[in-house]
T-cell receptor, first 109, second 114 residues
Framework: AQRVTQPEKLLSVFKGAPVELKCNYSYSGSPELFWYVQYSRQRLQLLLRHISRESIKGFTADLNKGETSFHLKKPFAQEEDSAMYYCALKGSSASKIIFGSGTRLSIRP | GAGVSQSPSNKVTEKGKDVELRCDPISGHTALYWYRQSLGQGLEFLIYFQGNSAPDKSGLPSDRFSAERTGGSVSTLTIQRTQQEDSAVYLC????????????FGQGTRLTVV
């Protein structure tokens, strides 16, 4: 069965501190992993995907197949990073995208 | 062009009434998804369309929930005999196809059952 787990409902860090939002998944094949973000009063939008291997807004995420994890990291948090973050997984090409329960990131000034 | 559009934005209905929620995906997008977003529950998958077919409807909570998609475009999510626990934000998303998988989300429909 496909499952995405985000263990932290809320993560609060000071501006300038490093951030790591955890995501673990279960899937028997090779999934595609994503991070989506929802800023206040905005639509949910894609932040990054593992196949792109790029940094977006200073965030990176590495797929660790051994640990079945896809943690989101940023070395220096900014106030504008405050938002709701969702980890998501897509299995085979003809399948749904499932989301974790989300982590609310709050950056304190 | 326009993004994913959902209507209505807000819906208040009485318990026991039926409601229809509409989703207009981005033109040309063949994949369409419905989710339910509740406080503390994250995004709960409801149903996935590829074209007009629904290969995965495993997330529909009960037989009161149904969805259809016509012409490979507009989709309607229908909830019959609404209950208070159906109150949530219903989100629709579309992606170009099953290979190009970035999902673009609508603004959601906030359903309140009183």
């Amino acid at each position: 069965a496909q499952r995405v787990t985000q263990p932290e409902k809320l993560l609060s860090v000071f501006k300038g501190a490093p951030v790591e939002l955890k995501c673990n998944y279960s899937y028997s094949g090779s999934p595609e992993l994503f991070w989506y973000v929802q800023y206040s009063r905005q639509r949910l939008q894609l932040l990054l995907r593992h196949i792109s291997r790029e940094s977006i807004k200073g965030f990176t995420a590495d797929l660790n197949k051994g640990e079945t994890s896809f943690h989101l990291k940023k070395p220096f948090a900014q106030e504008e990073d405050s938002a709701m973050y969702y980890c998501a997984l897509k299995g085979s090409s003809a399948s749904k995208i499932i989301f974790g329960s989300g982590t609310r990131l709050s950056i304190r000034p | 062009g326009a993004g994913v559009s959902q209507s209505p934005s807000n819906k208040v209905t009485e318990k026991g009434k039926d409601v229809e929620l509409r989703c207009d995906p981005i033109s040309g997008h063949t994949a369409l998804y419905w989710y339910r977003q509740s406080l503390g529950q994250g995004l709960e998958f409801l149903i996935y369309f590829q074209g007009n077919s629904a290969p995965d409807k495993s997330g529909l909570p009960s037989d009161r929930f149904s969805a259809e998609r016509t012409g490979g475009s507009v989709s309607t999510l229908t909830i019959q005999r609404t209950q208070q626990e159906d109150s949530a934000v219903y989100l629709c998303a579309s992606s170009l196809n099953s290979v190009n998988t970035e999902a673009f989300f609508g603004q959601g429909t906030r359903l309140t059952v009183v």
